[in-house]
Structure formats: structure tokens, C-alpha cells
């Protein structure tokens, strides 16, 4: 499992959000990890978890160690105590209903005082440092500089995906792998109407350029955008893969031609060579269009 950062690393990190994200994405870290304790206890009992029970419901059902608060002393900070007498930054505090018992524990005391078996803690505290996995991936990615992927602001994202966006933080790679799988064919429809009209201003753009008088054909064709090979697979990925599925159907020389173009240019895109975006497009549609796929 990949470390997660240092907590230095994280608190100067932390430094460059404002108060709203900061609240926001500590909101949402505590949150991913009371869910997911109450996720793990529940499926060690057998518990289905439906979209309608409520967190009360679940837990009179569950009728065990809930999870209650996770409260966090600042960096550098150690003013909580373990049930042990360690000084904690981090503190749990969990309660029993039914004993009516509350303790507050370091995450390394949380077997030994409420005698949750240590392979369900060990799922858990694993979820929990999966979550600080994504904490850390949100803060790089603002220090990096991100923008929302094109099309999302036309889907129906949940509230707290939203209100992510809103107050200016950005997605983890989870949370836009999930959006990219529930919205999977809604963004390829959108992709695919953006893709082809760029391909019409590039083909007009290009009318336009051969019927201009011979000086000024030196001007740029369009604002020049770096294309790269991530970029070029993140867009044309799926269509790429249809065409590899279907092309024993080109059954032309041409055809075949053009497909062994575009392979070579992607692979030369990796390579670093120079990569001529409209010449793709305009080839990788051609074959789309022969093999009925578009
Ligand atoms: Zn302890």
C-alpha cells in the first residue's frame, strides 16, 4: 500500500487552502472514515446496508462499537489522551450503546479496548489510510493546479461532489473514476458531439487556409493547444479500441493504410515526436465513419 504523506507534507499542504476548503475537506475525511467503519462492522455482521436505512437504523442494528468522533489535535499537537495514557493528536472516540461505554483511543488501542476483532481493525484502519491516500491526492492536485474535467457541469453529480467543486477543491482520481463509470455514456455522447465539431471547424479552417492567397498561408490554423498523449487517449480511447475490435473489417488498402498511420502517430505522440492533431482526427473519423461506428 503507497504511504501516505508525511504529516508535515500534509500540513503545509493544508497551509494553502482557505478556511472553507480546509473545513470542507476535513468535513470529508472524517465522514469517508466513520462510513467506512460502520461499512466494515456491518458486512462482518451480515448486515445488507440499503440506500434507505438510516445511520440510526444501522445502528441499533449493528448494536456495536460505533464510532463516534475522530477529533484532531492540529499539527504538531498532542493534547488528547489514549485510554493507555499515550498522547494522541488523533483521538477516537468510540461508544457502546448497550455497555454505555466511551472510549477514546489511539488508532494503534482500538483492538484492545473494545475487543473488535483485529482482522475487522486491521479492514478498517486499512480503509482508513486508503482515505488519507485520497486526502493526499486532493491536496496535490490543488497545489498542481486542476480544473473540472469538460461536460461535468451538465450531469447530475451528487450534492457533495457539487459543493466539492464549489467551494474550489478538487476531484480525487476515485471519486472521477466513479463519475466517469456512472456517467459513462452520457460523457462519451458529449465527447463525441465536442470531437466532431472540432473536426468541422478544423476541416472548414483548413478549406479556408487553401483558398487564401499563398502569403498568408504561414498563419496559425487555430490556437495552438499541447496535445498530449494522455490527452489524446483520455478523448479517443474508447474509439480507439472499437476500431482495433473491428479491423478486420478494413478491408482496403487505403484503409489499412490510414489505420497503420494513426498507430504509428500515437506511438510517435509517446515517443515525443511531433504529433499533427487535425491529421489524426481527421484519419481515426474516416475509419470510424467506413466501419459504421460513427
Ligand atoms: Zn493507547
Same mark, same amino acid.
Given at each position: ?6 504529516? &508535515?507534507?500534509? &500540513? ?21 472514515? +466513520? ?8 458486512? +462482518? ?7 434507505? *436505512? ?25 493534547? !488528547? ?28 488501542? =482500538?483492538?484492545? !479496548?473494545? *475487543? ?20 493526499? &491526492? ?18 447530475? =453529480? ?19 473514476? +466513479? ?46 493547444? +499541447? ?18 475490435? &473491428? ?29 499533427? !492533431? ?5 484519419? *481515426? ?8 461506428? !460513427?
Amino acid at each position: 500500500m503507497p504511504k501516505p504523506l508525511t504529516e &508535515n507534507e500534509v &500540513n503545509r499542504l493544508t497551509k494553502l487552502l482557505d478556511d472553507r476548503k480546509r473545513t470542507f475537506l476535513e468535513d470529508y475525511v472524517k465522514q469517508s472514515k +466513520k462510513s467506512r467503519w460502520l461499512e466494515q462492522l456491518a458486512r +462482518k455482521k451480515g448486515i445488507v446496508l440499503q440506500d434507505n *436505512m438510516s445511520t440510526t437504523d444501522i445502528w441499533s442494528k449493528i448494536n456495536d462499537w460505533e464510532l463516534k468522533e475522530i477529533l484532531d489535535g492540529g499539527y504538531g499537537e498532542r493534547p !488528547y489522551r489514549c485510554e493507555c495514557g499515550m498522547p494522541l493528536r488523533f483521538c477516537y472516540v468510540v461508544h457502546h450503546r448497550q455497555e454505555n461505554k466511551t472510549y477514546r483511543l489511539g488508532e494503534t488501542c =482500538l483492538t484492545n !479496548y473494545t *475487543m473488535l476483532s483485529p482482522d475487522l481493525i486491521k479492514d478498517i484502519t486499512n480503509g482508513f489510510h486508503t482515505i488519507d491516500l485520497e486526502r493526499d &491526492n486532493i491536496l496535490l492536485k490543488f497545489e498542481r493546479g486542476w480544473a473540472m474535467p469538460e461536460h461535468y457541469d451538465i450531469l447530475p =453529480l451528487p450534492e457533495f461532489i457539487t459543493q466539492q467543486i464549489e467551494v474550489g477543491l478538487p476531484l480525487s482520481t476515485k471519486q472521477l473514476d +466513479k463519475i466517469e463509470q456512472q456517467f459513462k455514456q452520457e460523457l462519451q455522447r458529449r465527447r463525441r458531439e465536442q470531437e466532431m465539431a472540432r473536426l468541422a471547424r478544423i476541416r472548414e479552417q483548413r478549406f479556408k487556409v487553401a483558398s487564401m492567397p499563398r502569403h498568408a498561408s504561414g498563419s496559425p490554423i487555430e490556437s495552438p493547444e +499541447k496535445i498530449t498523449y494522455e490527452i489524446v487517449l483520455s478523448r479517443h480511447l474508447d474509439q480507439l479500441k472499437q476500431i482495433r475490435e &473491428n479491423e478486420v473489417k478494413l478491408n482496403s488498402p487505403q484503409m489499412q493504410t490510414k489505420w497503420h498511420n494513426i498507430q504509428q502517430m500515437i506511438k510517435d505522440l509517446k515517443g515525443g515526436l511531433a504529433f499533427d !492533431y487535425s491529421k489524426f482526427l481527421i484519419q *481515426m473519423f474516416e475509419l470510424l465513419y467506413h466501419l459504421g461506428l !460513427y
